[in-house]
């Protein structure tokens, strides 16, 4: 038989969550070009991220996360329909004082245009003068028509 089936191979570390071992950071002298601030270098200075995801990502928070994300996608969206909510209506608001004021103004020309004495002077031209006797009803027998 091949001597490979016959031998096992012994594995060279167990396998499992164990702490992973971080690689120490060779230290050479910089050369210092001056003092910057930054909020990144603080952030992780004070904030040790990086102590969560030593043994993996942990994923018992995963539902947490994923529902804070949703949450903040759903504030995000709704703040967004909101602002959209609000140009509209002023939108239409302002459409609607215009409209407001062409009825206003087309209602009193209207009432103007249609007095007695408007109405005359605006017939005169075509030979129509106003009547000086009151109406009169006629009456027609019903054997007549």
């Known amino acids: ?8 191979k012994k594995a060279d570390a167990p396998k499992g969550n164990l702490a992973r071992v971080k690689p120490q950071p060779e230290k050479t002298p910089k050369a210092k070009k001056g003092r910057s601030f930054s909020i990144f270098a603080l952030l992780d200075k004070y904030a040790n991220v990086d102590a969560l995801f030593e043994h993996g990502v942990p994923l018992k928070f995963m539902p947490h996360v994923l529902f804070l994300t949703g949450i903040t996608l759903f504030y995000i969206g709704n703040t967004h329909f909101a602002e959209k909510t609000i140009r509209r209506i002023d939108k239409i608001k302002v459409e609607t004082e215009d409209l407001r004021a062409d009825f206003t103004t087309l209602k009193s020309e209207y009432m103007e245009a ?14 129509l003068i106003e009547s000086s006797s ?9 054997d007549e028509y």
Not at 114 to 127: D, H, M
């Open 134 to 142: 009151p109406p009169y009803q006629v009456i027609v027998p019903a």
């Open 114 to 127: 249609s007095k007695q004495s408007e109405v005359a002077r605006n017939v005169a031209p075509l030979g």
């Open 1 to 8: 038989m091949a001597s490979n089936v016959l031998t096992k």
